[in-house]
């Protein structure tokens, strides 16, 4: 199976089957944005990812949407495909997510017409996106941490993707939880996100005095949130939290599934530096 055939099959568990469809045999697919009314035709080179898709035009809009509303977002949909791509990496889901966070800003229908590209275009496109591996951070929250995402990965049509972020205090690592489960409806249709955090703190933190914290959560998946635990313990990792979110596919994977789940969770924390900055606490409960 090809990186290609493997990110649109990961893609399709996490949104659904209509996201992106195949109209040929030369690699062109239509990418529908979920929950907005514009239909990109994006065209695959033979040897993606090494080289870039491109976004061939406009299939179709939605007839709510108001003229030139197709435009702008292919507009905002090409920059942004150049600000995601990283040669040899898969970029899909990146990229969809983006769109989606960037196209929340902008009403997709409204009495009148979009204005011309030269004027309306100009403050979404220009958004400088945060670095590639904070993608999933919304744009429009500062307060929002900076999530670290891994690349999804697929066995037997059940989909893995882990994340992680810094994190000051059981209380911050509930909210962000809940914030981020809020506001990616995707991610909260998953059927397991197993959660852990390694928290440490000192007399200049938030919580005033030197404590050491550590939890984790099956979210159905029995043992897998006190795996994610022993990763970080195993890694020396402090004040993070990682999330492994999973997509049944249909097919039970038995003990691989811990497996998979540690390694993309190892993926994540390798990926974000985490287990290059944590600082391991000299107090008693390490």
Not at 274 to 280: A, D, E, I, N
């Amino acid at each position: 199976m090809s990186q290609l055939e493997s990110e649109i099959l990961a893609i399709r568990a996490i949104y659904s089957d209509d996201v992106l469809q195949s109209i040929n045999q030369d690699y062109t697919y239509i990418l529908s944005i979920p929950s907005h009314p514009v239909v990109l035709r994006v065209r695959f080179p033979v040897d993606y990812p090494i080289s870039q898709p491109v976004i061939d035009g406009v299939e179709s809009t939605g007839g709510a949407a108001p003229k030139g509303y197709g435009s702008y977002v292919l507009e905002v949909a090409r920059v942004t495909l150049d600000q995601v791509w990283n040669a040899g990496d898969v970029c899909l889901y990146d990229l969809i997510q983006e769109l989606e966070s960037l196209l929340e800003k902008q009403p997709s229908s409204h009495d009148g017409e979009v204005e011309s590209m030269e004027a309306q275009a100009l403050e979404p496109v220009s958004v400088e996106l945060p670095p590639r591996s904070n993608l999933t951070a919304s744009l429009a929250d500062l307060s929002f941490p900076s999530w670290v995402v891994s690349a999804p990965t697929i066995e037997k049509k059940s989909v893995f993707i882990a994340r992680a972020c810094t994190v000051a205090s059981p209380a911050e690592a509930s909210a962000y939880i809940s914030q981020l489960l809020a506001r990616d409806k995707k991610l909260a249709k998953a059927t397991h996100n197993i959660t852990a955090y390694r928290i440490h703190s000192t007399p200049n933190s938030p919580l005033g005095k030197e404590l050491v914290y550590q939890d984790c959560d099956d979210n159905g998946e029995t043992a897998a949130g006190g795996r994610l635990l022993h990763l970080l313990q195993v890694m020396d990792v402090w004040n993070v939290l990682v999330m492994v979110s999973r997509w049944y596919g249909g097919v039970k994977l038995g003990p691989d599934r811990f497996r998979i789940i540690s390694a993309v969770a190892r993926e994540v924390l390798v990926q974000g530096g985490f287990h290059q900055t944590s600082k391991v606490p000299k107090s008693k409960g390490n």
